[in-house]
């Protein structure tokens, strides 16, 4: 197989979802499909039963949510999948944020009973934002939720996507009889589909057209009909499928199913392998790379550190963009110039890993990061460009730092550098006063740090709120931004890479200070 078929074969994609609309439980079933797992766990698993896998943080297994994305490869119909699992909730949107920069299309996740929530929106503004292809499943059929044509016109006034369905589905909650599929006129039951763990066939499929008598012996009569008057408003009235609009992100395929009970899912991975895009182009500071070229490259979008407690490593998902990924061969670390071995490339289950001996275009793959490596780095065989970076946007909740136990000072410093280069928070450093600040998007973030620097690092340290509103880099010429640090020392800090960053304590004195110093910028992101 040449290297642009090896390529073509790649899928990377991302599931994004409001809290608590399946999305852990549909990416353990995909896993589950495609063989990389023998047994599909839940998100809250009870006494003897199998938690889920890619929840692999001991804090995401005691409260049921995905805080930190996970990265997970498994086969499909020939292809080579590379699923990364996002956290749902929005106090860890800018993981979220950075996983959906690494992958090349979406499947969005939508709750059949609630319809689009408002953590959906705000990830489809960074899809809209990367024109990002979408895929939506509409989850949880077994329960009953809205009416499809309903779900259909709040997709499009919210997300601005037409709908495109390839599935329909047949009654709801305790009336579901299946789903029909629009493209091979096939009637899916849902009576008839069970989960084995060595036969992943497909059960209960029946091939026949809406007018069969045998949809209102499968699907009820009652259910056929309505299923027969939404097909025939679906066909009549609404687009049918352009691959170019659905890879511009003008459109969505949307399919109908419940991934608890492993319903619909082989629909979603069919249409994963059969439309969502191959990798292809990435925009770099010189030019754009393409994905079948010799050369390798690729970028860091995510640092894990602890996912060996016992060894305290860091590793560095990398995407690569082009080219082939050797074991053992050097690559260039661009923003230092420094050579790189590639000793041990890892791919990944969750935290379980193995190693590697090549990646192609598309791959997510795992090295040990001895500390050089930022969010955003591009690696390269000798090329010297730059990926487009990933931005650090201004956290919305500020708190003091402050050690329970002085003799464990040496302990959280080293705990808060390592937790805070994974971009789930950052750390300002006070011209005035002996504690550092650390500022989350969200506030449960500063419980999962808590808690993961007692786990890991023995940290005990309690958080303090601090009166500031928010965080602006002071961008400017290097005179002006030293005079400005000077008039202004208690509301300025500098963040972990040296930059100088003021932290007002309202709104207003954002203003004033652009009114007062109009040659200087005041971001709120840093590049």
Partial sequence: MSFSDIVQKRRTFAIISHPDAGKTTLTEKLLW??????????????????????????????????????????????????????????????????????????????????????QTLRLMEVCRMRRTPV??????????????????????????????????????????????????????????????????????????????????????????????????????????????????????????????????????????????????????????????????????????????PKHRDRMAFVRVCSGKFVRGEKVTHVTSGREIRMAAPTTFVAQDRSLVDEAFSGDIVGIHDPGVFRIGDTLTGGEKLLFEGIPEFSPEHFARVVSKNPLRSKQLSQGLEQLTQEGAAQVFTPFSGPHQLLGVVGRLQFDVIQFRLSGEYGAECMFEPVPVWSSRWVVGDEEKVRLFKDQNIFDCATDRHGGLVYLPSHEFKVRLMQEKWPDLKFESARR
């Avoid at 299923?227 to 109908?256: C, I, K, S």
Wanted: aromatic share 8%.
């Fill in 33 to 118: 499909y495609g063989g990389a797992i023998r047994e599909a766990g839940m998100v809250r698993a009870k006494r003897g039963r199998k938690a889920a896998t890619s929840d692999w943080m001991e804090i995401e297994r005691q409260r049921g949510i995905s805080v930190t994305s996970s990265v997970m490869s498994f086969p499909h119909d020939g292809h080579h999948m590379n699923l990364v699992d996002t956290p749902g909730h929005e106090d860890f949107c800018e993981d979220t944020f950075r996983a959906l920069a690494a992958v090349d299309s979406a499947v969005v996740l939508i709750d059949g009973a609630k319809g689009v929530e408002p």
């Fill in 135 to 308: 895929i939506t499943f509409i989850n949880k059929c077994d329960r009953d939720i809205r009416d499809p044509l309903e779900l259909f016109d709040e997709i499009e006034q919210s997300l601005g996507l037409p709908c495109v369905p390839l599935t329909l589905p047949c009654g709801s909650g305790v009336s579901f009889r299946g789903v029909y599929s629009l493209a091979d006129q096939a009637f899916h039951s849902f009576a008839e589909r069970k989960q084995d763990d060595e036969d992943r066939t497909e059960r209960g499929i029946h091939r026949f057209g809406l007018d069969s008598a045998e949809l209102d012996r499968l699907g009820g009569e009652r259910e056929a009909g309505k299923l027969r008057e939404l097909a025939e408003f679906v066909t009549g009235a609404m687009p049918g499928l352009d691959r170019d609009a659905y890879l511009q992100g003008r459109q969505t395929p949307v399919f109908f199913g419940s991934a608890l009970h492993l319903f619909g899912v082989k629909h979603l991975l069919d249409a994963l392998v059969g439309i969502a895009p191959a990798p292809s182009r990435r925009a770099s500071d010189k030019r754009e790379v393409m994905a079948d070229e010799d050369a390798f490259t690729g970028f860091v979008f995510k640092i894990q550190a602890n996912m060996d």
